[in-house]
């Protein structure tokens, strides 16, 4: 009844809750734990029976001895059945997690558990079972090596909890102590009392569940079951057990069988590489392409600085653009062909003063378009940089020209 409450409580509180993604042990970490401890019913044998048998002869009455001899003979030897209450247990280990779930770690355990009967049988002529109410304790200590997995959920099977189920197995060393008195029911004269110290191989198989505790990077609650087993030597010399009864009282040394205890365990763990998530990084800020310059061209007469009425739709073209496309600034640059209503050197002179003026009638023409004057810049170049390339003097219309630049 007790095995099968425990187990429920264990699987009650290994069921998943929600939150953030769970924590992959990377670096070290400390566990500490403790919790409910079941033994199973242990088997005794004693095969110390000529030491008993003499024992007990010399202690017994002349007309007794006969007896005596007869109920311990050489071919008889006794069993032992030591039933155990409840108990706790308690550890605490030391680890590294290699960051891919797997873990070693170096345990230290100790275990305790009442005892609450004994049954005594024994063979040979006189054989037969009693028994009886036993007072005392039983406990065991020691250290295990333990290699552990822990089950990525989110990595394997898409599940994103706060909650990393492991599994794992130990290897190590236990030390037994015994101390108990035994009067047997039907014979209130026979008292057995067992104490001492043994130590024998001992192993463990593991399976529990992790959960994160929010806010704290690092920090787990743990829950599991253990089932730990100890290999008991069929010759423990350590343990005593001592014989009261009316006949005397002798010492033998009883050898243990297999030892088994369940547990249900609650604990705390803390990883001390472990850090919380970076942040996702932000998205990137992709800059918009460059937008290619507009340009407009408005041609002139020779000699000429006033727009046509082609002239003024196309500025007023350009003028719109300009209030449809993002434009950070508006270029007016005027031009002139090389030839030049003036002779001489004077010739370029007087028309860079022309292409000066015509790219200010253009600029009076896109402030009356509704373009705020402190966009357009005005410049301008004379004869250089034709559209078309002439020889000297000559009137080349596509020369005469200023040209509207949207950025």
């Not at 059945?81 to 230290?108: I, K, P, Y």
């Not at 036993?134 to 706060?162: A, M």
């Not at 343990?239 to 009864?245: D, E, L, R, V």
């Not at 000429?304 to 993002?326: F, K, P, W, Y």
């Amino acid at each position: 009844m007790r095995l099968r409450t425990a187990l429920l409580a264990t699987a009650l509180t290994t069921a998943p809750v929600a939150a953030t993604m769970a924590t992959t042990i990377t670096g070290p970490y400390v566990d500490i734990g403790g919790g409910y401890d079941l033994t199973q019913t242990q088997h005794l044998h004693d095969f110390d029976n000529d030491r008993l048998e003499k024992g007990y002869v010399n202690h017994a009455p002349a007309a007794s001895q006969a007896d005596v001899r007869d109920t311990y003979s050489p071919s008889m030897h006794y069993r032992e059945r030591v039933r155990h209450g409840d108990g706790w247990t308690g550890f605490a280990s030391f680890g590294w997690g290699f960051g891919n779930g797997l873990r070693a770690e170096v345990e230290g355990a100790y275990n305790w558990s009442g005892l609450s009967g004994m049954t005594f049988s024994q063979g040979g002529p006189r054989g037969g079972s009693t028994t009886g109410r036993t007072q005392g304790s039983d406990r065991s200590y020691g250290g295990f090596i333990n290699v552990l997995y822990d089950i990525d959920l989110k990595r394997l099977f898409n599940i994103d909890v706060p909650v990393t189920p492991f599994v794992g197995v130990g290897a190590g060393y236990l030390w037994q102590n015994v101390s108990s008195n035994t009067v047997l029911a039907s014979n209130s004269s026979l008292n057995l009392r067992q104490h001492g110290t043994n130590g024998s191989f001992a192993y463990q198989g593991i399976v529990g569940a992790a959960y994160d505790i929010p806010g704290v990077a690092g920090l787990q609650m743990t829950t599991e079951y253990r089932m730990v087993g100890q290999v008991e030597s069929f010759s423990m010399g350590n343990i005593t057990q001592s014989y009261n009864a009316n006949y005397g009282a002798d010492n033998s040394h009883p050898s243990y069988d297999h030892r088994f205890n369940h547990q249900f365990i609650v604990g705390v763990r803390y990883a001390f590489n472990t850090a919380p998530p970076p942040p996702p990084p932000a998205p990137a800020i992709v800059p918009p392409a460059p937008t290619m310059a507009r340009t407009y061209l408005v041609f002139f007469d020779w000699d000429g600085a006033l727009l046509t009425g082609r002239a003024r739709e196309i500025v007023a073209q350009a003028a719109q653009a300009s209030s449809h496309v993002q434009t950070t600034r508006i270029e007016v640059n005027g031009y002139t062909d090389n030839s030049a209503a003036q002779p001489g050197p004077r010739g370029q002179q007087y028309n860079l003063g022309l292409s000066l003026r015509r790219a200010d009638s253009v600029k009076a023409e896109l402030i009356r378009d509704g373009v705020p004057a402190s966009a357009i810049g005005v410049q301008g170049y004379g004869e250089a940089r034709p559209l078309v390339p002439t020889g000297p003097d000559t009137r080349e219309p596509q020369n005469r020209r200023v040209e509207i630049i949207l950025h």
